[in-house]
Every structure is written in structure tokens, then in C-alpha cells.
């Protein structure tokens, strides 16, 4: 479980992060998401100790990250593939990694197994390319078997298939029973990992949700309909009170409703039908209204209020969970 | 019975925050860690990087290869060393090999700000003055210990060298300053590049301030002709490292300046200042 406080960081003049409150629990994927710059980095550096909040506290287990003595059995972290020294192999970048914290040489072979990279142990990390280096670093959050396992964008650079088996790892960590938190700037990634969202953007909170209530909140679903008679459906349409909206390319779009009276509508009328789907807006744009709103609260400057920046209180989480599971 | 939990129902949250979360718990026992640890990580990364194949080998090459050098010459030479201790031929290796020294001392600590290891390493050991103490003790057992050799196969060659062309035997102390004292003096002196690497984070420019310190002094007082400056320049030379250097072969540039085991009293002075203040550094800034 990883706690965050009112956690703030201000660089100079610019604030990163701006009062974060939420709570990250064991069992599901969260997910952190947040355009780029929004302060995920920056928020996932504190929790790991490397940055010193401004003010606020985060707590890994009720612990401060540098109280804890074995911070790799407790806490995996991915926050930068890039963060190895590139003449050393991959074998020995995980040996020294494992004997600093007391780690039996042999779980190195284990994690190298684990992404896959024991071909190339013995080669050095410079040589390795972007979805490599994302394994080893993945490697390398494994090593210590932790409770808590933390990824700064892990998709990034991968091909397809490694994709697919980063989203399949961080369920299987999460359904046993670890907390698995993980940034991106993608809400369709997200969307499919991830059990619970957390939103910020400017630094600042902006949802606190389950994933489901998020979509049924913000997921607008629409019939789409295309027909060489569009005149005579436009029609039909209107004498049964249903609205249309018309959109490029000679598509209607029929808001809420079912495909199906749709479909049956035109077939008494016989009208001719080239398309009848049901469509779902894409939580990318929900996502992006989301954040767009914070750019508006920003330069209003009004407080941090609004039914998103609600942090879930404590006794009711366990509840949303259910909803969310 | 009730109706069936969900597959993954929470856990009931404690209340209070500081007792460990239910959840997974691994198989693999927990260690509490320490200073010995931190020593393990550090010496697999010292090795594991060809940066110190190449510094060291290529100090090991000068350091043997110039004294031997001037062993043979000397000793080719009709000249006659008029009862010097022949230990001192050991100090013009020693003076350019300490330059990659020097450039391992800043690569030990500066190399990981440049790559962003340092974001691993501190992860992996959030006590920061541990993980500093850690490469200190690695990086200074490292340096001594084949300084240590090199010295000692140099001075061992050319006393038996030059045994016929004047030298006289040196004494035990001679003997024990010659190759344990240097020793300690380029340990030391790339232990505090180390820090200073640690201070700067940038390799280059940790280098770049170390050889200055190295050079800076006697080519400045090279040049302080003027007759007021003579003090100045009297101090710049005897305190310059070079000549603290040759202090341990008891052939000082100078007739006055430090004596006896005073060099070794001064780096450890001065690397124990930059130390404490890289340490506070490294607690204030972050990573």
C-alpha cells in the first residue's frame, strides 16, 4: 500500500505536484495517468525517496522509503529503462542490484528468465534496444520478489507481443494480491489494465475512481447509420422522435439507444442500410476532457474542487472496489 | 450460506497504517541490510566495467613501465648516484599514473549521474551515505591494493638494479614510506576525486578540477617571478602534490615544507573535509 499526504514538489518556481492525497492498494492495478508533464515522474521519485517532497509525506506501508531495509523485497521499481550504465551486462547490473540488498544470486537468473533476456545476460546494456532495456528494468523490479511493484510507462518502446505481456504480468501480480501501480499518458493501455485510475494533471489530483465507474461515467455510446436513402431515413427517424445528428462522410449518428429499433424502424419503411453500428466514444476523449478541465482550473485559479478532485474517503473504498471488480 | 464472495474480494483495510498490509508475501527470506552489502554491490560494479580494466591497466603500465625505464637508464648510464636511496627513481611513474587514478576515483561516482544508474542505485539503497562509504571503502582498498604492487615491483627492480652504481640500501623506513606511504598518498588522492566526482556529478568536469588541483600549483608558481610573491610561490610549490609526492622518497623539491609522513596527514585532512561536505551534498539534493 503506498500512501500519499499532500505531497507537493515545487521546482523553483514551477509547482510539479500540488497536494497529491490518494492511496494506492494491494490486489489491483492502478493506474496513474496524466498527459506528459503532469508530474507522474516527479510524484513516483518521492515515493521511491529520490526527490524530497517540498511538503506532504508518502508512506509505503505506514514506512517513509528510507526507513525501509530491504527497499528491493518490499518495493519494485521501473521508473527509467534508461537508468543503467550501459558498459556493464545485464547479469551484472541485476548481480549488484541483488547483493545490495541481501538477494540470492540466483533469483538473478530467475528475473532473466522471467522478461526473457537470458540469452543476452552476458551482453552489455549499451548494446540493447528501447523494449531490451524496458525488460531489464522490468528485471530488475522483480528481482526482490516485492510486495509493491511500481512501472513508470512500461509500454513504451515495446513491440506488440511485449505489450501484451507486460499488461498480462502486472494483472498476474496484482491477482496475487501485490499492489501494482503503473503511470501512462495512454488512457486505451490504461483501459485495459488497470482496476483502479488515479488522474492528475498541472500536479494536481483530478480523479480518484474505479475503472468501471469511470467508463460508465465517461463512455457516451452511440448507433451509427449510413444509407444510400438518407433523406428518407432522416425522415423516418424524425416522425419517430428519435434525434439525429448528422456527421461527415453521410454517416447519422442516433444518440444512446439500441441498434436494433433502429434496424427495425427501416425495414417496415424499407429502407435500404449500408451500416448500423453501435459505437463507443473513446475514453481517450473522456480522458481528455478530464484534462483539459484542469488547464481551465488552472488558469481561473480556483480551488482544487469539482466532484473529480474528491479524494474516496477511507470506509467507502472497499465498496467502489466491489463495483469496480 | 451467503452469497459467494468475489474472486478477488479486498482484504478488510487495518486501520491503523503502520502494520503491514495483507497481500503477497514472497518466499524468499528477508535480509536486513547493511554496510557488507552495499561493499558486495560496489565491488561487482567496479569490476563489471571496463573503465577500471583500462584506468588501472594503464597505470600499472606506467607506473612499471617508466620505473623500470629509468632504472635501465641509470643504470646503463656511467653515472653514479653518489649514495641516493634508489626508491626515489619510483616517483615520475607514480606522478603520471596518478592521473588515472584520479579518472577512476571521479568515474566511480560521477559515471552513474551521467548514465542515471545512480536512480537504480539509490533505489536499491536509500541510505545515501551508505552507498558512499560503500564505494569509498571499495574504490580505496582497489587503488591502494595495486598501487601497492605496482610500487613495490618498481622499487624491489630498481634496488637491485642500481646496486652497483652507487645507491646506497635503503633504510626500512625508506623502504616501508617508498611503497606503503606512496601507496596511501594516490589511494587518497583518488578517493577524494571520487568525492569530488561525487560533488560535481559530471565526469569531465570532476576530472578536468582534479588535474588542475594536480598541476595547477607548480605551473602557477612556475611563473610568479615577482620578488613580493616569493612567498606565495614558495608555499604553492611545497604544498603542490607533486612535490608532497616526492616528500615520501625524502628528495623534496624544496629544502622546507612538509617532512616525513606529513603529506599523508594533509590528503587525509582535506579528503575527510570534501567528504563530509559531499555527504551532506548528497542528503540535501536529489537523486
Avoid at chain 1, 501485490?178 to 489494465?193: N, P, Q
Wanted: aromatic content about 6%.
Amino acid at each position: 500500500m503506498i500512501e500519499l499526504e499532500g505531497l507537493t514538489k515545487r521546482y523553483d518556481e514551477k509547482l510539479a505536484v500540488n497536494n497529491l492525497t490518494f492511496t494506492v492498494r494491494p490486489g489491483v492495478v492502478t493506474g496513474f495517468l496524466g498527459p506528459n508533464g503532469a508530474g507522474k515522474s516527479t510524484t513516483m521519485r518521492m515515493v521511491l525517496g529520490l526527490d524530497h517532497p517540498t511538503s506532504g509525506d508518502v508512506r509505503i506501508d505506514g514506512k517513509r522509503y528510507d526507513q525501509i531495509e530491504d527497499p528491493l523485497r518490499y518495493i519494485g521499481a521501473l521508473l527509467d529503462a534508461k537508468a543503467v550504465h550501459g558498459g556493464r551486462s545485464a547479469f551484472n547490473h541485476l548481480l549488484c542490484l541483488a547483493q545490495s540488498n541481501g538477494i540470492p544470486a540466483a533469483r538473478v537468473h530467475e528475473v532473466l528468465d522471467t522478461v526473457g533476456l537470458t540469452g543476452v545476460a552476458r551482453k552489455k546494456a549499451k548494446g540493447f534496444s528501447l523494449g531490451m532495456g524496458q525488460r531489464l528494468g522490468i528485471a530488475a523490479a522483480l528481482l526482490g520478489d516485492p510486495r509493491i511493484l511500481m512501472f513508470d510507462e512500461p509500454v513504451n518502446g515495446l513491440d506488440p507481443e511485449g505489450i501484451h505481456w507486460i499488461r498480462t504480468l502486472m494483472k498476474s501480480l496484482a491477482a496475487q494480491g501485490r499492489t501494482v501501480f503503473v503511470s501512462s499518458h495512454l488512457m486505451s493501455e490504461m483501459a485495459l489494465t488497470a482496476d483502479h485510475l488515479v488522474v492528475i494533471g498541472q500536479g494536481r489530483l483530478l480523479a480518484d475512481t474505479s475503472m468501471a465507474d469511470f467508463i460508465a461515467k465517461n463512455s457516451r455510446s452511440y448507433v451509427r447509420v449510413r444509407s444510400p436513402q438518407r433523406e428518407r431515413l432522416l425522415d423516418v427517424l424524425h416522425e419517430a422522435g428519435i434525434t439525429v445528428v448528422e456527421t461527415g462522410g453521410g454517416a447519422l449518428e442516433v444518440d444512446g439507444g439500441k441498434a436494433e429499433p433502429i434496424g427495425e424502424l427501416a425495414a417496415r419503411h424499407q429502407i435500404v442500410l449500408h451500416e448500423l453500428s453501435l459505437q463507443q466514444a473513446s475514453l481517450e476523449e473522456a480522458f481528455m476532457r478530464l484534462t483539459a478541465q484542469s488547464v481551465e482550473y488552472h488558469a481561473h485559479s480556483e480551488a482544487p474542487g469539482g466532484t473529480w478532485a474528491q479524494p474516496v474517503p477511507r470506509g467507502e473504498w472497499g465498496a467502489d472496489w466491489k463495483k469496480g471488480a | 450460506m451467503s452469497t459467494p464472495q468475489p474472486p478477488q474480494a479486498p482484504p478488510a483495510w487495518p486501520a491503523t497504517p503502520d502494520s503491514r498490509t495483507p497481500g503477497y508475501t514472497s518466499p524468499i527470506p528477508v535480509v536486513r541490510t547493511h554496510l557488507g552489502h552495499a561493499i558486495a554491490s560496489e565491488w561487482t560494479k567496479i569490476r563489471s566495467v571496463r573503465s577500471t580494466m583500462w584506468t588501472l591497466g594503464v597505470f600499472v603500465l606506467l607506473v612499471i613501465g617508466i620505473g623500470l625505464g629509468t632504472g635501465a637508464l641509470v643504470a646503463s648510464s656511467s653515472s653514479d648516484l653518489g649514495g641516493e636511496s634508489p626508491l626515489a627513481l619510483g616517483f615520475f611513474g607514480l606522478l603520471l599514473g596518478s592521473m588515472c587514478v584520479i579518472t577512476l576515483g571521479v568515474l566511480t561516482t560521477a559515471s552513474e549521474y551521467g548514465t542515471g544508474m545512480i536512480r537504480t542505485t539509490m533505489t536499491a539503497c536509500p541510505s545515501r551515505g551508505r552507498v558512499l562509504a560503500a564505494k569509498a571503502i571499495v574504490f580505496f582498498l582497489v587503488a591502494f591494493v595495486v598501487t601497492l604492487v605496482a610500487a613495490s615491483v618498481v622499487a624491489l627492480a630498481q634496488a637491485s638494479m642500481l646496486e652497483n652504481h652507487g645507491a646506497r640500501v635503503p633504510t626500512g623506513s625508506e623502504w616501508f614510506k617508498g611503497t606503503v606511504g606512496v601507496s596511501l598518498f594516490i589511494a587518497l588522492l583518488g578517493l577524494l576525486s571520487l568525492v569530488i566526482g561525487s560533488i560535481v556529478r559530471h565526469s569531465a568536469g570532476a576530472i578536468t578540477i582534479m588535474i588542475g588541483l594536480l598541476l595547477a600549483p607548480l605551473v602557477i608558481a612556475l611563473f610568479m617571478f615577482a620578488e613580493s610573491l616569493s612567498k606565495v610561490r614558495t608555499g604553492l610549490l611545497e604544498y603542490s602534490i607533486p612535490n608532497q609526492l616526492s616528500v615520501f622518497y625524502s628528495n623534496s623539491l624544496t629544502s622546507s615544507g612538509p617532512t616525513g609522513w606529513d603529506p599523508l596527514w594533509i590528503a587525509l585532512g582535506v579528503t575527510a573535509v570534501a567528504f563530509a561536505g559531499a555527504f551532506v551534498l548528497l542528503e540535501k539534493r536529489d537523486v
